[in-house]
């Protein structure tokens, strides 16, 4: 089992900047790869951006060079968000696989408005 805690949302001016962290607690040795998926109002959820354990990173193709993922440690990711538009606004879903299951966190909102 593992349990996903994400933080670091809120309210950002377009052009701003957001970072975002999500703490895996559990079985975190046992994690694969970690991502970020987002949900905006009234569309289906997509994908974000992947990285594996060894650290290769894949990213959808609106946010590539806006957008980086990371892990410093098996427990915790980053999404650094930059140059941020009002069409990113979201809920941020941090997931983890772990032998073949997807776990999620609970979102946090992310919103880009003037």
């Known amino acids: 089992q593992v349990q996903l805690v994400e933080s670091g949302g809120g309210l950002v001016q377009p052009g701003g900047s957001l970072r975002l962290a999500c703490a895996a607690s559990g079985s975190i040795f046992s994690i694969n790869a970690m991502g970020w998926y987002r949900q905006a109002p009234g569309k289906q959820r997509e994908w974000v951006a992947a990285i594996t354990s060894g650290g290769s990173t894949n990213y959808l193709d609106s946010v590539k060079e806006r957008f980086t993922i990371s892990r410093d440690n098996p427990r915790t990711q980053y999404l650094q968000m930059n140059s941020l538009k009002p069409e990113d606004t979201a809920v941020y879903y941090c997931?983890?696989?772990?032998?073949?299951?997807?776990?999620w966190g609970q979102g946090t909102q992310v919103t880009v408005s003037s």
């Open positions: 997931v983890a696989d772990v032998r073949g299951k997807r776990y």
